[in-house]
């Protein structure tokens, strides 16, 4: 059966994606900063190492929570967050994501809000990306603290929300490239 994580999950339990040939939660582990949301695991996503191990999961789910964290312009911590995000994501698996388009009012209008991502955010998440860019494009060269590897595979955004899915590029434990 998948295992599947919520981040942030509020006392919100519901799948919003159908990526990868799924349309509901496996066995589902739910983390959230507030206890009284009932989660399984307590965690501040300000902390960019979760408690999980390596490849554990089939896919990770953060539904209007990763604008709430990190500040915008601190890409050191972006990086190290979506880099734990793809450790603990086995080869293949997926991170599918809302947040506020950054045309929407809410994207800077919630005074929680402390950074908007968009389309050229997930640039930065790609090994590929960074061969295609560097040295031709003004995008900044990340990978001296970036290692982790995502394809984009879903983008939608309107005036309101933007909603994305990545897949984690990496070789898995049985290919003999892995060791």
């Not at 981040?7 to 994606?17: A, E, M, P, Q, V």
């Not at 999980?52 to 089939?58: G, K, L, P, V």
């Not at 190290?80 to 995000?85: E, K, T």
């Amino acid at each position: 059966m998948p295992r599947d994580l919520l981040l942030g999950c509020g006392s919100r339990r519901d799948w919003r994606f159908n990526v990868g040939g799924r349309t509901a939660f496996g066995e589902l582990v739910t983390l959230d900063a507030v206890a009284t949301h009932r989660p399984d695991v307590v965690h501040d996503l300000r902390n960019p190492k979760l408690p999980f191990s390596d490849d554990e999961f089939d896919s990770i789910h953060a539904y209007e929570v990763l604008e709430h964290i990190g500040q915008q312009g601190d890409a050191e911590l972006l990086l190290a967050q979506f880099s734990d995000y793809w450790r603990i994501l086995k080869p293949g698996g997926y991170l599918c994501a809302t947040s506020p388009s950054w045309k929407s009012m809410w994207a800077w209008g919630d005074p929680s809000h402390s950074r908007v991502l968009t389309s050229g955010t997930l640039l930065f998440l790609s090994q590929a990306e960074y061969s295609r860019q560097i040295g031709v494009t003004p995008m900044t060269d990340f990978r001296y603290c970036y290692r982790a590897d995502f394809d984009t595979v879903h983008v939608t955004e309107n005036d309101e929300a933007f909603a994305f899915a990545l897949k984690a590029v990496k070789p898995s434990r049985l290919d003999p490239r892995f060791v």
